[in-house]
């Protein structure tokens, strides 16, 4: 259907929602990528963790790893972040830990190295340590756990979500691929064909950055003049490439505006001409089925 009087045209949020309910109906597929190299993209099916979060009883503070409760305790070991304790503890003894190290076996809690003091190489202990200061293996995740959920945009904080999980890499749709045309006779691309009445072409370069910013994939660009067949070739030749074509020019009133033609032609279904907006009044929305 297509709304040319001013009482019938779109809001922007109805040519929004149209815009969307014809998006569903593109199959994008689906591809795998690296974790690391999964920024933007978009997950498309669940991902779980490889690996237990953390993957073993780890200290949250640097400090004394203890099993039982005394007033001084007589050190046995020494454990930073990386190295596996040796030694299990035993009553009256403490294993020095540093923040993100493995606590020894029979460790009940880890006291915070400002509460205490060292003296007769013992550990006094200054200040009853209250909380537990250890975090459990699989507290934050466990093998198996759902830890993004489809449909969601992986961004740099999922990125180190996936890394700590184990995850390698990730199943994400394809991105869409889209065609640029922009259309004028006034219009070139380089500073030599720039003769009097001409303009340079500004929108190709825009609409690709824009694709760019949103990780769609530009598929190809067509410039194009100011007639009906040169009109409806790139068109065609836009639509066979790419998921999503956009077009600058040509959709207005004017005796030079192919666009809406050459849509048809390509076997289009118009759906809009015009929105209840200013700037962008004349805007066109096309689709076909299945695309």
Request: proline residues 7%; aromatic residues 4%; hydrophobic residues 45%.
């Given at each position: 259907m297509t709304l040319n009087n001013a009482a019938d045209m779109l809001s922007y949020d109805q040519a929004v929602a149209i815009v969307i309910q014809a998006a569903k109906n593109i199959d994008l597929g689906v591809e795998s990528v690296l974790s690391a190299e999964a920024n933007g993209r978009i997950v498309a099916c669940d991902i779980v963790s490889a690996v237990d979060l953390p993957p073993f009883n780890k200290s949250a503070m640097d400090g004394y790893a203890v099993a039982d409760v005394c007033d001084t305790y007589r050190l046995i070991e020494t454990v930073p972040?990386?190295?596996?304790?040796?030694?299990?503890?035993?009553?009256?003894?403490?294993?020095?830990?540093?923040t993100g190290a493995p606590v020894p076996q029979g460790a009940t809690r880890v006291i915070r190295v400002e509460y205490t003091r060292i003296e007769n190489d013992l550990i006094v202990i200054e200040n009853p340590e209250r909380s537990a200061n250890i975090c459990p293996q699989g507290e934050d995740?466990?093998?198996?756990?759902?830890?993004?959920?489809?449909?969601?945009?992986?961004g740099p904080a999922e990125i180190a979500n996936l890394a700590a999980c184990g995850v390698e890499s990730a199943t994400v749709y394809n991105r869409p691929?889209?065609?640029?045309?922009?259309?004028?006779?006034?219009?070139?691309?380089?500073?030599?064909?720039?003769?009097?009445?001409?303009?340079?072409?500004?929108?190709?370069?825009?609409?690709?950055?824009?694709?760019?910013?949103?990780?769609?994939?530009?598929?190809?660009?067509?410039?194009?003049?100011?007639?009906?067949?040169?009109?409806?070739?790139?068109?065609?030749?836009?639509?066979?490439?790419?998921?999503?074509?956009?077009?600058?020019?040509?959709?207005?009133?004017?005796?030079?505006?192919?666009?809406?033609?050459?849509?048809?032609?390509?076997?289009l279904d118009i759906h809009f001409t015009r929105l209840a907006v200013k700037p962008g009044r004349p805007m066109t929305f096309a689709s076909r089925e299945g695309n």
């Open positions: 972040a990386g190295v596996v304790p040796k030694l299990p503890l035993s009553p009256g003894c403490a294993t020095k830990v540093m995740a466990r093998i198996g756990d759902v830890v993004i959920q489809a449909p969601a945009v992986i691929a889209v065609g640029i045309i922009s259309t004028g006779d006034e219009i070139v691309s380089s500073t030599r064909d720039l003769l009097p009445g001409k303009i340079m072409d500004v929108n190709s370069p825009m609409l690709k950055a824009l694709c760019q910013s949103w990780q769609l994939a530009a598929s190809g660009s067509w410039l194009v003049g100011d007639d009906p067949q040169e009109t409806t070739d790139a068109v065609s030749q836009a639509l066979d490439a790419s998921d999503i074509v956009v077009i600058s020019g040509g959709v207005s009133m004017g005796d030079w505006d192919f666009v809406p033609e050459a849509m048809r032609s390509a076997g």
